[in-house]
């Protein structure tokens, strides 16, 4: 994990989201016990985020999708190769 490559494009990206004013929370399903490493690899490539949390639900055999239910409107995407035009 620590030597994992950087997407550049995607941190300058969401960085500017950032520096726009949007909250960005990574929402991660990396345990806690990889916390160390994913906050020093995310210092190290200077990934602006305002919280990170862990322990995502994993999609598993017998749960084939993803769901977030919240009483507020929430912006998810999947990050593929490049954000949507239309968030950029």
């Excluded at 960085?15 to 994913?38: K, P, Q, S």
């Amino acid at each position: 994990m620590a030597a994992a490559r950087p997407f550049r494009d995607c941190i300058r990206k969401l960085n500017r989201l950032h520096r726009d004013g949007h909250y960005i929370c990574i929402f991660t399903a990396r345990t806690d016990e990889h916390m160390d490493v994913t906050i020093r690899w995310l210092i190290k490539h200077r990934v602006r985020y305002d919280k990170i949390l862990f322990n995502k639900p994993r999609i598993t055999r017998r749960h084939r999708g993803y769901y977030y239910i919240d009483n507020a409107e929430v912006g998810a995407m999947r990050y593929e190769k490049d954000f949507p035009k239309e968030l950029i």
